[in-house]
Protein backbone atom coordinates (compact mmCIF):
# COMPACT_ATOMS: atom_id res chain seq x y z
CA UNK A 1 0.00 0.00 0.00
CA UNK A 2 1.58 3.53 -0.80
CA UNK A 3 2.40 6.14 1.97
CA UNK A 4 -0.42 8.83 2.90
CA UNK A 5 2.16 11.15 1.80
CA UNK A 6 2.16 9.65 -1.91
CA UNK A 7 0.73 11.66 -3.68
CA UNK A 8 2.51 14.49 -2.22
CA UNK A 9 5.77 13.32 -3.95
CA UNK A 10 4.25 12.41 -7.01
CA UNK A 11 3.03 16.48 -7.35
CA UNK A 12 6.73 17.03 -6.31
CA UNK A 13 8.21 15.68 -9.08
CA UNK A 14 5.62 17.10 -11.43
CA UNK A 15 7.01 20.10 -10.02
CA UNK A 16 10.20 19.73 -10.59
CA UNK A 17 9.70 18.59 -14.26
CA UNK A 18 7.83 21.62 -14.59
CA UNK A 19 10.24 23.67 -13.29
CA UNK A 20 13.56 21.67 -15.85
CA UNK A 21 11.16 22.50 -18.50
CA UNK A 22 10.57 26.25 -17.64
CA UNK A 23 14.61 26.58 -17.26
CA UNK A 24 14.88 25.24 -20.81
CA UNK A 25 12.56 27.44 -22.65
CA UNK A 26 14.93 30.17 -20.46
CA UNK A 27 17.64 29.41 -21.96
CA UNK A 28 16.04 28.50 -25.52
CA UNK A 29 14.82 32.38 -25.49
CA UNK A 30 17.75 33.65 -24.27
CA UNK A 31 19.94 31.92 -27.15
CA UNK A 32 17.90 33.17 -29.97
CA UNK A 33 20.34 35.05 -31.47
CA UNK A 34 23.64 32.69 -31.00
CA UNK A 35 25.06 31.01 -33.80
CA UNK A 36 24.70 27.74 -34.09
CA UNK A 37 23.01 27.15 -31.31
CA UNK A 38 20.50 24.29 -31.17
CA UNK A 39 16.81 24.26 -29.55
CA UNK A 40 16.99 21.93 -26.42
CA UNK A 41 13.95 20.22 -24.78
CA UNK A 42 13.61 18.24 -21.72
CA UNK A 43 12.88 14.38 -22.17
CA UNK A 44 10.42 13.16 -19.52
CA UNK A 45 8.50 9.74 -18.83
CA UNK A 46 6.12 8.27 -16.69
CA UNK A 47 7.89 7.28 -13.38
CA UNK A 48 7.58 3.43 -12.66
CA UNK A 49 4.22 2.66 -11.39
CA UNK A 50 3.27 1.29 -8.19
CA UNK A 51 2.11 -2.08 -7.63
CA UNK A 52 -0.37 -2.01 -4.73
CA UNK A 53 -2.39 -4.78 -3.29
CA UNK A 54 -5.78 -2.71 -4.13
CA UNK A 55 -8.20 -3.57 -6.53
CA UNK A 56 -7.09 -0.93 -8.97
CA UNK A 57 -3.92 -2.81 -9.46
CA UNK A 58 -0.85 -0.34 -9.99
CA UNK A 59 -0.47 3.65 -8.94
CA UNK A 60 0.98 6.36 -11.07
CA UNK A 61 4.22 7.67 -9.57
CA UNK A 62 4.13 10.90 -11.18
CA UNK A 63 7.23 11.53 -13.79
CA UNK A 64 10.66 11.57 -14.58
CA UNK A 65 13.13 13.70 -16.40
CA UNK A 66 15.91 12.34 -17.83
CA UNK A 67 18.09 14.51 -19.98
CA UNK A 68 18.03 17.74 -21.42
CA UNK A 69 18.80 17.41 -24.89
CA UNK A 70 19.56 19.30 -28.18
CA UNK A 71 16.80 18.97 -31.05
CA UNK A 72 19.93 18.40 -33.90
CA UNK A 73 19.29 16.30 -37.36
CA UNK A 74 22.71 15.00 -38.16
CA UNK A 75 21.73 14.50 -41.22
CA UNK A 76 21.18 17.84 -42.87
CA UNK A 77 24.74 18.69 -40.65
CA UNK A 78 26.42 16.38 -43.54
CA UNK A 79 24.19 17.30 -46.38
CA UNK A 80 25.61 21.43 -45.34
CA UNK A 81 29.34 20.24 -44.89
CA UNK A 82 29.25 19.03 -48.47
CA UNK A 83 27.53 21.96 -50.04
CA UNK A 84 29.57 23.95 -47.49
CA UNK A 85 32.84 22.21 -49.10
CA UNK A 86 31.90 22.74 -52.78
CA UNK A 87 30.71 26.55 -52.16
CA UNK A 88 34.47 27.18 -50.73
CA UNK A 89 36.34 25.62 -53.83
CA UNK A 90 34.12 27.77 -56.15
CA UNK A 91 34.45 30.92 -54.44
CA UNK A 92 38.21 30.69 -54.25
CA UNK A 93 37.98 29.85 -57.90
CA UNK A 94 35.56 32.65 -58.74
CA UNK A 95 37.92 35.54 -56.87
CA UNK A 96 40.93 34.79 -58.60
CA UNK A 97 39.46 34.42 -62.24
CA UNK A 98 37.81 37.60 -61.35
CA UNK A 99 41.76 39.05 -61.34
CA UNK A 100 42.51 37.14 -64.47
CA UNK A 101 39.81 38.77 -66.17
CA UNK A 102 40.87 41.89 -65.61
CA UNK A 103 44.58 41.46 -66.39
CA UNK A 104 43.60 40.03 -69.76
CA UNK A 105 40.83 42.50 -70.34
CA UNK A 106 41.01 44.72 -73.39
CA UNK A 107 38.23 47.25 -74.38
CA UNK A 108 40.77 48.23 -77.79
CA UNK A 109 41.50 51.83 -76.53
CA UNK A 110 43.69 51.02 -73.56
CA UNK A 111 47.09 49.06 -73.24
CA UNK A 112 45.42 45.67 -73.15
CA UNK A 113 46.88 43.14 -75.84
CA UNK A 114 44.43 43.87 -78.88
CA UNK A 115 45.36 47.72 -78.81
CA UNK A 116 49.25 46.84 -78.24
CA UNK A 117 49.23 44.44 -80.85
CA UNK A 118 47.33 47.15 -83.46
CA UNK A 119 49.71 49.29 -82.79
CA UNK A 120 52.82 47.59 -83.78
CA UNK A 121 51.29 45.41 -86.70
CA UNK A 122 49.08 47.56 -88.51
CA UNK A 123 49.83 51.49 -87.37
CA UNK A 124 53.74 50.76 -86.92
CA UNK A 125 54.54 48.06 -89.22
CA UNK A 126 52.25 50.50 -92.46
CA UNK A 127 54.50 53.57 -91.50
CA UNK A 128 57.39 51.45 -92.24
CA UNK A 129 55.97 50.18 -95.51
CA UNK A 130 55.44 53.44 -96.73
CA UNK A 131 58.78 54.77 -95.26
CA UNK A 132 61.21 51.59 -95.62
CA UNK A 133 64.56 54.02 -95.65
CA UNK A 134 63.30 56.05 -92.90
CA UNK A 135 65.77 54.84 -89.71
CA UNK A 136 63.18 57.30 -87.13
CA UNK A 137 59.71 55.22 -88.80
CA UNK A 138 61.25 52.17 -88.20
CA UNK A 139 62.80 52.77 -84.88
CA UNK A 140 59.14 53.83 -83.53
CA UNK A 141 58.66 49.94 -85.09
CA UNK A 142 60.58 48.44 -82.75
CA UNK A 143 59.87 50.70 -79.73
CA UNK A 144 56.16 49.77 -80.49
CA UNK A 145 57.84 45.79 -80.34
CA UNK A 146 58.97 46.59 -77.35
CA UNK A 147 55.33 47.58 -75.80
CA UNK A 148 54.06 44.31 -77.23
CA UNK A 149 57.29 42.43 -75.57
CA UNK A 150 56.52 44.91 -72.33
CA UNK A 151 52.95 43.38 -72.07
CA UNK A 152 53.97 39.97 -72.03
CA UNK A 153 56.68 40.82 -69.13
CA UNK A 154 53.76 42.64 -67.37
CA UNK A 155 51.04 39.76 -67.48
CA UNK A 156 53.92 37.62 -66.27
CA UNK A 157 54.19 39.76 -62.90
CA UNK A 158 50.42 39.71 -62.45
CA UNK A 159 50.27 35.72 -62.95
CA UNK A 160 53.25 35.15 -60.57
CA UNK A 161 51.40 37.84 -58.52
CA UNK A 162 48.09 35.28 -58.54
CA UNK A 163 49.77 32.23 -58.06
CA UNK A 164 52.23 34.00 -55.41
CA UNK A 165 49.20 35.05 -53.63
CA UNK A 166 47.51 31.16 -53.81
CA UNK A 167 50.36 29.80 -52.07
CA UNK A 168 50.36 32.86 -49.59
CA UNK A 169 46.19 31.83 -48.48
CA UNK A 170 46.73 28.15 -48.88
CA UNK A 171 49.89 28.58 -46.05
CA UNK A 172 46.58 30.28 -44.12
CA UNK A 173 44.33 27.78 -44.94
CA UNK A 174 46.34 25.19 -43.47
CA UNK A 175 46.93 27.01 -40.12
CA UNK A 176 43.50 27.16 -40.11
CA UNK A 177 42.93 23.85 -39.87
CA UNK A 178 45.71 23.32 -37.20
CA UNK A 179 43.71 25.63 -35.19
CA UNK A 180 39.98 24.26 -35.96
CA UNK A 181 41.57 21.16 -35.27
CA UNK A 182 43.05 21.78 -31.72
CA UNK A 183 39.40 23.45 -30.73
CA UNK A 184 37.65 20.56 -31.98
CA UNK A 185 39.65 17.91 -29.86
CA UNK A 186 39.74 20.00 -27.44
CA UNK A 187 35.82 20.05 -27.03
CA UNK A 188 35.76 16.32 -27.60
CA UNK A 189 37.60 15.65 -24.55
CA UNK A 190 35.15 17.90 -22.81
CA UNK A 191 31.93 16.32 -24.19
CA UNK A 192 33.34 12.95 -22.70
CA UNK A 193 34.67 14.45 -19.62
CA UNK A 194 30.75 15.52 -19.10
CA UNK A 195 29.14 12.37 -21.02
CA UNK A 196 30.44 10.11 -18.69
CA UNK A 197 28.44 11.34 -15.92
CA UNK A 198 25.21 10.62 -17.52
CA UNK A 199 24.80 14.42 -18.68
CA UNK A 200 24.56 15.70 -22.19
CA UNK A 201 27.16 18.39 -23.30
CA UNK A 202 24.63 20.20 -25.41
CA UNK A 203 26.24 23.37 -25.69
CA UNK A 204 29.33 21.80 -26.71
CA UNK A 205 28.21 20.00 -29.20
CA UNK A 206 26.80 23.11 -30.91
CA UNK A 207 30.50 25.13 -30.54
CA UNK A 208 31.76 21.71 -32.21
CA UNK A 209 29.21 21.82 -34.86
CA UNK A 210 29.99 25.36 -35.79
CA UNK A 211 33.73 24.55 -36.01
CA UNK A 212 32.81 21.44 -37.94
CA UNK A 213 30.93 24.02 -40.63
CA UNK A 214 34.32 26.02 -40.52
CA UNK A 215 36.42 23.93 -41.53
CA UNK A 216 34.20 21.99 -43.83
CA UNK A 217 34.42 25.49 -45.87
CA UNK A 218 38.17 24.36 -46.14
CA UNK A 219 38.21 21.07 -47.35
CA UNK A 220 35.71 17.93 -47.46
CA UNK A 221 35.48 16.24 -44.01
CA UNK A 222 33.81 12.95 -43.15
CA UNK A 223 32.82 12.80 -39.59
CA UNK A 224 32.14 9.60 -37.28
CA UNK A 225 31.36 8.79 -33.40
CA UNK A 226 31.53 5.33 -32.05
CA UNK A 227 29.93 4.43 -28.95
CA UNK A 228 32.88 3.46 -26.47
CA UNK A 229 32.15 0.27 -24.67
CA UNK A 230 33.41 -1.16 -21.20
CA UNK A 231 36.10 -3.20 -21.79
CA UNK A 232 34.97 -5.74 -19.54
CA UNK A 233 31.65 -5.85 -20.99
CA UNK A 234 31.69 -4.82 -24.29
CA UNK A 235 27.56 -4.55 -24.45
CA UNK A 236 27.38 -1.75 -21.94
CA UNK A 237 28.41 1.92 -23.15
CA UNK A 238 29.73 3.66 -20.83
CA UNK A 239 28.43 7.26 -22.13
CA UNK A 240 31.67 8.58 -23.72
CA UNK A 241 32.17 8.36 -27.89
CA UNK A 242 35.37 8.12 -30.15
CA UNK A 243 34.95 10.92 -32.55
CA UNK A 244 37.00 11.09 -35.64
CA UNK A 245 37.29 13.50 -38.34
CA UNK A 246 38.53 12.92 -42.03
CA UNK A 247 39.73 15.50 -44.22
CA UNK A 248 40.68 15.46 -48.08
CA UNK A 249 39.43 12.21 -49.50
CA UNK A 250 40.36 9.81 -45.91
CA UNK A 251 43.19 11.31 -44.54
CA UNK A 252 42.55 11.18 -40.46
CA UNK A 253 42.90 14.50 -38.91
CA UNK A 254 41.23 13.77 -35.34
CA UNK A 255 41.04 11.05 -33.41
CA UNK A 256 38.71 12.17 -30.25
CA UNK A 257 41.23 14.45 -28.49
CA UNK A 258 44.21 13.64 -30.17
CA UNK A 259 44.85 15.79 -33.41
CA UNK A 260 47.19 15.48 -36.19
CA UNK A 261 48.89 18.44 -37.45
CA UNK A 262 49.75 19.80 -41.03
CA UNK A 263 52.88 22.27 -41.87
CA UNK A 264 53.92 23.92 -44.65
CA UNK A 265 57.35 22.98 -46.59
CA UNK A 266 58.13 25.02 -49.67
CA UNK A 267 59.73 23.45 -52.80
CA UNK A 268 63.55 23.11 -53.38
CA UNK A 269 64.79 23.94 -56.88
CA UNK A 270 64.86 20.10 -57.21
CA UNK A 271 60.99 19.72 -56.60
CA UNK A 272 59.87 22.29 -58.81
CA UNK A 273 57.71 20.70 -61.29
CA UNK A 274 57.14 23.52 -64.16
CA UNK A 275 59.29 26.05 -65.89
CA UNK A 276 56.98 28.98 -65.01
CA UNK A 277 56.74 28.36 -61.11
CA UNK A 278 57.58 30.71 -58.93
CA UNK A 279 60.33 29.76 -56.43
CA UNK A 280 58.80 28.36 -52.62
CA UNK A 281 55.59 26.88 -53.92
CA UNK A 282 54.68 25.07 -50.68
CA UNK A 283 53.59 21.41 -50.35
CA UNK A 284 51.72 20.18 -47.31
CA UNK A 285 53.25 17.56 -44.87
CA UNK A 286 52.20 16.15 -42.33
CA UNK A 287 54.06 17.26 -38.74
CA UNK A 288 55.19 13.42 -38.64
CA UNK A 289 56.83 13.55 -42.58
CA UNK A 290 54.27 11.87 -44.51
CA UNK A 291 53.18 14.00 -47.13
CA UNK A 292 49.41 15.32 -47.33
CA UNK A 293 47.75 14.16 -50.64
CA UNK A 294 46.90 18.17 -51.98
CA UNK A 295 46.08 16.56 -55.33
CA UNK A 296 43.56 14.32 -54.16
CA UNK A 297 40.46 14.75 -56.61
CA UNK A 298 38.32 14.36 -53.30
CA UNK A 299 39.82 17.05 -51.39
CA UNK A 300 37.61 19.41 -51.71
CA UNK A 301 36.88 23.39 -49.84
CA UNK A 302 38.96 26.42 -50.38
CA UNK A 303 41.63 23.81 -50.06
CA UNK A 304 41.08 22.47 -53.43
CA UNK A 305 40.26 25.95 -55.02
CA UNK A 306 43.96 27.73 -54.40
CA UNK A 307 45.77 23.90 -55.40
CA UNK A 308 43.89 24.01 -58.82
CA UNK A 309 44.79 27.87 -59.38
CA UNK A 310 47.92 27.68 -58.03
CA UNK A 311 48.66 24.29 -59.96
CA UNK A 312 46.41 24.00 -62.61
CA UNK A 313 48.22 22.89 -65.83
CA UNK A 314 45.06 21.77 -68.06
CA UNK A 315 46.06 17.72 -67.27
CA UNK A 316 48.78 18.47 -69.52
CA UNK A 317 51.50 17.01 -67.72
CA UNK A 318 55.06 15.46 -68.67
CA UNK A 319 53.84 11.54 -69.23
CA UNK A 320 55.80 8.72 -71.41
CA UNK A 321 56.73 5.15 -71.82
CA UNK A 322 60.25 4.18 -71.20
CA UNK A 323 62.16 2.85 -73.37
CA UNK A 324 65.70 2.84 -72.63
CA UNK A 325 67.66 3.37 -69.39
CA UNK A 326 71.74 4.11 -69.79
CA UNK A 327 74.73 5.96 -67.86
CA UNK A 328 76.52 9.33 -68.69
CA UNK A 329 79.59 10.83 -67.27
CA UNK A 330 78.62 14.46 -66.46
CA UNK A 331 80.86 16.81 -64.59
CA UNK A 332 79.90 17.97 -61.17
CA UNK A 333 80.89 22.00 -59.53
CA UNK A 334 84.63 21.28 -59.27
CA UNK A 335 84.90 19.94 -62.60
CA UNK A 336 85.25 16.04 -61.92
CA UNK A 337 82.93 13.88 -63.51
CA UNK A 338 80.71 11.46 -62.22
CA UNK A 339 78.23 8.87 -63.95
CA UNK A 340 74.87 9.34 -63.62
CA UNK A 341 72.03 7.47 -64.71
CA UNK A 342 69.56 8.48 -67.64
CA UNK A 343 66.21 7.49 -68.28
CA UNK A 344 64.93 7.90 -72.15
CA UNK A 345 61.14 8.16 -72.74
CA UNK A 346 59.33 8.54 -75.69
CA UNK A 347 55.95 10.43 -75.56
CA UNK A 348 53.39 10.88 -77.59
CA UNK A 349 50.75 14.12 -76.68
CA UNK A 350 50.96 16.98 -78.80
CA UNK A 351 51.76 19.43 -75.78
CA UNK A 352 55.02 17.38 -75.78
CA UNK A 353 56.11 16.61 -79.47
CA UNK A 354 56.00 20.66 -80.11
CA UNK A 355 59.33 21.82 -77.76
CA UNK A 356 57.34 25.44 -77.86
CA UNK A 357 55.01 23.74 -75.70
CA UNK A 358 56.96 22.58 -72.96
CA UNK A 359 56.28 23.71 -69.45
CA UNK A 360 59.79 21.47 -68.10
CA UNK A 361 61.44 22.89 -65.51
CA UNK A 362 64.59 23.51 -66.93
CA UNK A 363 66.14 23.54 -63.50
CA UNK A 364 66.04 20.06 -62.50
CA UNK A 365 62.96 18.37 -60.48
CA UNK A 366 61.29 15.10 -59.83
CA UNK A 367 60.23 12.33 -62.33
CA UNK A 368 58.27 9.47 -61.14
CA UNK A 369 59.44 6.17 -63.30
CA UNK A 370 57.08 3.31 -62.73
CA UNK A 371 56.05 3.81 -59.36
CA UNK A 372 59.40 5.26 -57.61
CA UNK A 373 60.61 9.24 -57.32
CA UNK A 374 63.71 10.04 -58.74
CA UNK A 375 65.73 13.34 -58.81
CA UNK A 376 66.49 14.39 -62.25
CA UNK A 377 69.62 17.31 -62.75
CA UNK A 378 68.66 18.06 -67.01
CA UNK A 379 66.60 16.63 -69.90
CA UNK A 380 66.97 17.04 -73.73
CA UNK A 381 64.28 16.42 -76.38
CA UNK A 382 65.12 14.70 -79.69
CA UNK A 383 63.08 14.15 -82.72
CA UNK A 384 64.28 10.92 -85.41
CA UNK A 385 62.64 10.52 -88.68
CA UNK A 386 62.29 6.44 -90.08
CA UNK A 387 63.42 5.71 -93.17
CA UNK A 388 59.40 6.17 -93.72
CA UNK A 389 59.77 9.75 -92.72
CA UNK A 390 57.69 8.86 -89.65
CA UNK A 391 58.54 10.96 -86.77
CA UNK A 392 59.15 9.98 -83.07
CA UNK A 393 59.55 12.05 -79.98
CA UNK A 394 61.27 11.30 -76.96
CA UNK A 395 63.01 13.18 -74.24
CA UNK A 396 66.06 11.66 -72.16
CA UNK A 397 66.72 12.88 -68.54
CA UNK A 398 70.01 12.86 -66.67
CA UNK A 399 69.35 11.81 -63.13
CA UNK A 400 71.03 13.31 -60.54
CA UNK A 401 73.92 11.44 -58.66
CA UNK A 402 73.22 8.88 -55.48
CA UNK A 403 73.48 11.53 -52.79
CA UNK A 404 69.72 12.73 -54.47
CA UNK A 405 68.77 9.09 -55.60
CA UNK A 406 69.75 5.92 -53.60
CA UNK A 407 69.40 3.41 -56.26
CA UNK A 408 70.30 2.40 -59.64
CA UNK A 409 68.15 2.48 -62.71
CA UNK A 410 68.07 -0.94 -64.22
CA UNK A 411 66.36 -2.45 -67.26
CA UNK A 412 63.88 -3.60 -65.89
CA UNK A 413 62.03 0.41 -66.01
CA UNK A 414 61.42 -0.01 -69.81
CA UNK A 415 57.75 -0.40 -70.61
CA UNK A 416 56.84 1.23 -67.74
CA UNK A 417 54.86 4.43 -67.71
CA UNK A 418 57.77 8.44 -66.83
CA UNK A 419 55.42 11.07 -65.23
CA UNK A 420 56.21 14.23 -64.02
CA UNK A 421 54.04 16.62 -61.50
CA UNK A 422 50.89 15.76 -61.06
CA UNK A 423 47.74 16.07 -63.64
CA UNK A 424 45.08 18.75 -62.41
CA UNK A 425 42.44 19.50 -65.00
CA UNK A 426 42.29 22.85 -64.19
CA UNK A 427 43.25 25.97 -66.71
CA UNK A 428 45.35 27.50 -63.08
CA UNK A 429 48.31 29.58 -63.19
CA UNK A 430 50.79 27.28 -64.98
CA UNK A 431 48.12 26.83 -68.17
CA UNK A 432 47.96 30.50 -68.83
CA UNK A 433 51.57 30.94 -68.06
CA UNK A 434 52.02 27.97 -70.92
CA UNK A 435 49.65 29.03 -73.17
CA UNK A 436 51.71 32.20 -73.65
CA UNK A 437 54.65 31.27 -73.73
CA UNK A 438 53.92 29.12 -76.63
CA UNK A 439 52.67 32.26 -78.43
CA UNK A 440 55.92 34.65 -78.25
CA UNK A 441 58.24 31.20 -79.03
CA UNK A 442 55.79 30.62 -81.87
CA UNK A 443 55.42 34.23 -83.26
CA UNK A 444 59.01 35.15 -82.94
CA UNK A 445 60.21 32.36 -84.46
CA UNK A 446 58.07 32.88 -87.75
CA UNK A 447 58.79 36.66 -86.92
CA UNK A 448 62.78 36.19 -86.85
CA UNK A 449 63.03 33.76 -89.75
CA UNK A 450 61.50 36.28 -92.26
CA UNK A 451 63.60 38.99 -91.18
CA UNK A 452 66.67 36.57 -91.24
CA UNK A 453 65.73 36.40 -94.48
CA UNK A 454 66.49 39.48 -95.53
CA UNK A 455 68.98 42.57 -95.68
CA UNK A 456 68.99 45.41 -93.62
CA UNK A 457 69.99 49.09 -94.98
CA UNK A 458 73.71 48.42 -94.11
CA UNK A 459 73.45 45.57 -96.93
CA UNK A 460 74.18 42.96 -94.24
CA UNK A 461 71.49 39.79 -93.37
CA UNK A 462 69.00 40.18 -91.33
CA UNK A 463 69.17 40.20 -87.36
CA UNK A 464 66.26 38.45 -85.05
CA UNK A 465 64.01 41.77 -83.99
CA UNK A 466 62.56 39.20 -81.06
CA UNK A 467 64.87 37.82 -78.13
CA UNK A 468 65.00 36.45 -74.45
CA UNK A 469 66.73 38.45 -71.76
CA UNK A 470 68.98 36.20 -69.56
CA UNK A 471 68.54 35.37 -66.29
CA UNK A 472 72.22 35.26 -64.90
CA UNK A 473 73.48 38.75 -66.50
CA UNK A 474 72.33 41.58 -69.02
CA UNK A 475 73.23 39.90 -72.51
CA UNK A 476 70.82 38.06 -74.64
CA UNK A 477 69.99 34.75 -76.01
CA UNK A 478 71.32 34.05 -79.49
CA UNK A 479 69.16 31.21 -81.04
CA UNK A 480 71.05 28.75 -82.95
CA UNK A 481 69.31 27.41 -86.03
CA UNK A 482 70.90 24.00 -85.19
CA UNK A 483 68.48 23.41 -82.70
CA UNK A 484 65.53 24.55 -84.83
CA UNK A 485 63.80 21.41 -84.65
CA UNK A 486 60.69 22.41 -86.29
CA UNK A 487 62.39 23.15 -89.98
CA UNK A 488 63.58 19.24 -89.52
CA UNK A 489 62.47 16.72 -92.17
CA UNK A 490 64.07 13.94 -91.39
CA UNK A 491 67.44 11.89 -89.29
CA UNK A 492 67.68 12.82 -85.91
CA UNK A 493 67.83 16.25 -84.06
CA UNK A 494 68.74 16.63 -80.47
CA UNK A 495 68.27 19.94 -78.30
CA UNK A 496 69.35 20.17 -74.64
CA UNK A 497 67.43 21.93 -72.26
CA UNK A 498 70.96 23.59 -72.07
CA UNK A 499 71.43 24.77 -75.79
CA UNK A 500 70.11 28.21 -76.87
CA UNK A 501 67.09 27.09 -78.86
CA UNK A 502 63.24 28.80 -78.37
CA UNK A 503 62.73 27.26 -75.21
CA UNK A 504 65.18 29.58 -73.56
CA UNK A 505 62.50 32.32 -74.81
CA UNK A 506 59.28 32.89 -72.21
CA UNK A 507 57.00 35.44 -71.46
CA UNK A 508 59.32 36.56 -68.58
CA UNK A 509 61.88 37.03 -71.07
CA UNK A 510 60.34 38.32 -73.85
CA UNK A 511 62.31 40.98 -75.38
CA UNK A 512 63.91 43.21 -78.23
CA UNK A 513 67.06 42.60 -79.38
CA UNK A 514 69.47 45.48 -77.65
CA UNK A 515 71.70 45.95 -80.86
CA UNK A 516 68.01 46.69 -82.75
CA UNK A 517 67.11 49.36 -80.16
CA UNK A 518 70.37 50.87 -80.70
CA UNK A 519 70.58 51.32 -84.55
CA UNK A 520 67.04 50.75 -86.06
CA UNK A 521 68.62 50.84 -89.25
CA UNK A 522 69.49 47.13 -88.44
CA UNK A 523 65.79 45.82 -88.86
CA UNK A 524 66.24 44.46 -92.60
CA UNK A 525 63.27 45.55 -94.94
CA UNK A 526 64.39 44.01 -98.50
CA UNK A 527 64.70 40.57 -99.71
CA UNK A 528 67.93 41.19 -101.63
CA UNK A 529 70.90 43.21 -100.55
CA UNK A 530 71.17 44.86 -104.14
CA UNK A 531 67.55 46.00 -104.01
CA UNK A 532 66.71 50.20 -102.74
CA UNK A 533 67.10 50.70 -99.13
CA UNK A 534 62.95 51.96 -100.10
CA UNK A 535 62.54 48.37 -100.98
CA UNK A 536 60.25 46.77 -98.40
CA UNK A 537 59.35 42.79 -99.70
CA UNK A 538 60.54 41.65 -95.95
CA UNK A 539 57.73 43.89 -94.49
CA UNK A 540 55.24 42.55 -97.01
CA UNK A 541 56.22 38.77 -95.99
CA UNK A 542 55.92 39.81 -92.05
CA UNK A 543 52.43 41.48 -92.99
CA UNK A 544 51.46 38.03 -94.52
CA UNK A 545 52.70 36.16 -91.82
CA UNK A 546 50.78 38.57 -89.03
CA UNK A 547 47.06 38.16 -91.27
CA UNK A 548 47.37 34.53 -92.84
CA UNK A 549 47.10 31.51 -90.14
CA UNK A 550 48.16 29.51 -92.59
CA UNK A 551 51.67 30.88 -92.20
CA UNK A 552 51.26 31.47 -87.92
CA UNK A 553 48.40 29.99 -86.26
CA UNK A 554 48.10 29.41 -82.44
CA UNK A 555 45.14 27.10 -81.17
CA UNK A 556 43.84 27.61 -84.70
CA UNK A 557 43.46 31.47 -85.00
CA UNK A 558 45.63 33.89 -86.34
CA UNK A 559 48.71 35.90 -84.46
CA UNK A 560 46.87 39.14 -83.57
CA UNK A 561 43.77 36.69 -82.39
CA UNK A 562 46.06 35.45 -79.19
CA UNK A 563 43.38 37.20 -76.30
CA UNK A 564 40.66 35.71 -78.03
CA UNK A 565 41.51 32.23 -77.21
CA UNK A 566 43.26 33.06 -73.85
CA UNK A 567 40.00 35.46 -72.99
CA UNK A 568 37.40 32.43 -74.30
CA UNK A 569 38.93 30.69 -71.42
CA UNK A 570 38.84 33.09 -68.75
CA UNK A 571 35.42 33.38 -69.48
CA UNK A 572 34.41 30.09 -69.15
CA UNK A 573 36.68 29.07 -65.99
CA UNK A 574 35.21 32.79 -64.57
CA UNK A 575 31.74 32.05 -66.03
CA UNK A 576 31.73 27.84 -64.48
CA UNK A 577 32.80 29.34 -61.27
CA UNK A 578 30.33 31.90 -60.68
CA UNK A 579 27.47 29.90 -61.62
CA UNK A 580 28.75 27.05 -59.10
CA UNK A 581 29.63 29.06 -56.03
CA UNK A 582 25.86 31.17 -56.45
CA UNK A 583 24.26 27.65 -57.21
CA UNK A 584 26.53 25.71 -53.91
CA UNK A 585 25.60 28.78 -52.27
CA UNK A 586 22.01 28.73 -52.86
CA UNK A 587 22.19 24.70 -52.14
CA UNK A 588 23.95 25.33 -48.55
CA UNK A 589 21.84 28.33 -47.75
CA UNK A 590 18.83 26.64 -48.36
CA UNK A 591 19.80 23.07 -46.66
CA UNK A 592 21.07 25.71 -43.36
CA UNK A 593 17.11 26.59 -43.50
CA UNK A 594 16.14 23.34 -42.95
CA UNK A 595 18.69 22.80 -40.23
CA UNK A 596 17.50 25.86 -38.45
CA UNK A 597 14.05 25.00 -38.92
CA UNK A 598 14.45 21.68 -36.80
CA UNK A 599 17.00 23.02 -34.72
CA UNK A 600 16.73 26.74 -34.36
CA UNK A 601 14.91 28.58 -32.12
CA UNK A 602 11.57 29.26 -32.47
CA UNK A 603 10.23 32.95 -30.86
CA UNK A 604 6.52 31.94 -31.46
CA UNK A 605 7.23 28.57 -30.28
CA UNK A 606 8.87 29.21 -26.82
CA UNK A 607 6.21 31.37 -25.90
CA UNK A 608 3.87 29.30 -26.41
CA UNK A 609 5.65 26.56 -24.18
CA UNK A 610 6.47 29.25 -21.91
CA UNK A 611 2.68 29.53 -20.99
CA UNK A 612 2.32 25.66 -21.17
CA UNK A 613 5.47 24.59 -18.59
CA UNK A 614 3.99 27.88 -16.78
CA UNK A 615 0.42 26.10 -16.76
CA UNK A 616 2.40 22.88 -15.55
CA UNK A 617 3.84 24.63 -12.74
CA UNK A 618 1.10 26.37 -11.36
CA UNK A 619 -1.26 23.31 -11.22
CA UNK A 620 1.61 21.52 -9.88
CA UNK A 621 2.05 23.70 -6.69
CA UNK A 622 -1.46 23.27 -6.33
CA UNK A 623 -1.67 20.08 -6.12
CA UNK A 624 1.26 20.22 -3.62
CA UNK A 625 -1.23 22.75 -1.65
CA UNK A 626 -3.99 20.67 -1.65
CA UNK A 627 -2.33 17.46 -0.64
CA UNK A 628 -0.81 19.71 2.13
CA UNK A 629 -4.35 20.80 3.64
CA UNK A 630 -5.46 16.99 3.48
CA UNK A 631 -2.40 15.86 5.27
CA UNK A 632 -2.50 18.54 8.04
CA UNK A 633 -6.44 17.38 8.16
CA UNK A 634 -5.07 14.31 8.66
CA UNK A 635 -2.58 15.19 11.15
CA UNK A 636 -4.76 17.41 12.96
CA UNK A 637 -7.94 16.00 13.01
CA UNK A 638 -7.06 12.18 12.84
CA UNK A 639 -3.74 11.54 14.32
CA UNK A 640 -2.45 9.88 10.80
Not at 185 to 202: F, H, M, P, R, Y
Not at 288 to 303: M, R
Not at 352 to 363: M, R
Request: glycine content about 8%.
Amino acid sequence: MPSQFFGLNTAYKGLLASNAALNTTSNNISNVQTKGYSRQQVVQQASDALRVFQTYGCAGAGVDTIAIERVRNEFYDTKYWGANTNMGEYSIKQYYMQQLETYFSDDGKTTGFKTIFDQFSVTGLQAVLKAASDKTTKAQFIGYAGNLTEYFRSMVGNLEKVQKDANQELKLKVDEINSLAGEIASLNKQINVIELTGSKANELRDRRTVLLDQLSNIVDIQTQEIPITDANNPDRETGAYRFLVRIGGGQLLIDTSDYKQLECVARTGYQKVNQTDIDGLYDIYWKDGEQFNIYDKTLGGSLQGLVEMRDGNNAEIFNGTITATGRKDVADKDGNMKPHDTVTIEVSEDHLKDLNKCNLSDSGGVITLGNQEFYYDSWSYTCSYDAAGNPTYSYTFVLSDNTLNDRNLTNDRVGKVATVGNSIDYQGIPYYMKQMNEWVRTFSQKFNDILNSGYDAYGNAGNDLFAAKKATDKGQYVFEDAFRYDRQTGGTLTVDVADNSYYKMTAKNFTVLAAMVEDADLLATRKNASDGVDQYDILTEIQSMISDKTKMSFRGCKSGEFLQCILSDVALNAGKANTFYTNYKNIAGSIDNQRISISGVDEDEEALNLVKYQNSFNLASKMVQTLTEVYDRLILETGV
